[in-house]
């Protein structure tokens, strides 16, 4: 059974650094489409940043410059290394793992919180 597990996530200062990780275990033979969405209260949940299996990446325009998306395919683990974090960064982050052969095959994690605040 795939499960998506993502780790990393806690607590910041305006302007500090946090790694979110997401593990994809269950099917050592698939690759998958990655992206990192985040939900903060009362809004709805937006793309952050997504890398797909050839490694081409796209990023929310609040996310460009200040985050980065990479991914370690023999690991299948994806990473989301986030710098200058602003209040507005407060959200659940949600891993999402798609098989690059069946899109019908979607899975998502259960969310890290990660809390930027002075």
């Known amino acids: 059974q795939v499960q998506v597990v993502e780790s990393g996530g806690g607590s910041a200062r305006p302007g500090g650094s946090l790694r979110l990780s997401c593990a994809v275990t269950?099917?050592?033979?698939?690759?998958?489409?990655m992206g990192w969405y985040r939900q903060a209260p009362g809004m709805q949940r937006e793309l952050v940043a997504a890398?797909?299996?050839?490694?081409?990446?796209n990023y929310a325009d609040s996310a460009k410059g200040r985050f980065t998306i990479s991914r370690d395919n023999a690991k299948n683990t994806g990473y989301l290394e986030m710098n200058s974090l602003k209040p507005e960064d407060t959200a659940v982050y949600y891993c999402?793992?798609?098989?690059?052969?069946?899109?019908?095959?979607?899975?998502w994690g259960q969310g890290t919180q990660v809390t930027v605040s002075s």
């Open positions: 269950g099917s050592s033979n698939s690759i998958y489409h």
């Open positions: 890398i797909n299996s050839a490694g081409s990446i």
């Open positions: 999402n793992a798609i098989n690059w052969k069946d899109s019908n095959l979607s899975y």
